[in-house]
């Protein structure tokens, strides 16, 4: 059964920084692109930043420069680091694995429950 879990979310003040992680258990050796997703309260969920098969990183132009994305290592997926966070960061975090290379086990996707981040 594979699980996703996400930490590190909080409240912060505008200016602030917080470090989100996603911990995976589960997951077989497969080579995985993943991302973080936020979704604001009543808004629709936007892409934030991942990296793809290849390790290829990419961000939204608005956390470009403010945000870093690192893999982790063994049941650390991925991190995080947000740094000058604003308001309109505020939202719900999700890890999210978008697809995997390797054995036909690894062709899924998967997603962890959200960590809250409140920006004021």
């Known amino acids: 059964h594979v699980q996703l879990v996400e930490s590190g979310g909080g409240s912060v003040q505008a200016g602030g920084s917080l470090r989100l992680s996603c911990v995976g258990s589960g997951l077989r050796d497969c080579t995985y692109a993943m991302s973080w997703h936020r979704q604001p309260t009543g808004k629709e969920r936007e892409f934030v930043a991942g990296?793809?098969?290849?390790?290829?990183?990419s961000y939204t132009d608005s956390v470009k420069g403010r945000f870093t994305l690192s893999k982790g290592d063994g049941k650390n997926l991925v991190d995080l680091q947000m740094h000058s966070l604003k308001p309109e960061d505020s939202a719900m975090y999700y890890c999210?694995?978008?697809w995997g290379r390797g054995p036909w086990y690894c062709w899924r996707t998967y997603e962890g429950q959200g960590t809250q981040v409140t920006v004021s």
């Open positions: 990296f793809d098969l290849d390790g290829k990183l």
């Open positions: 999210k694995i978008d």
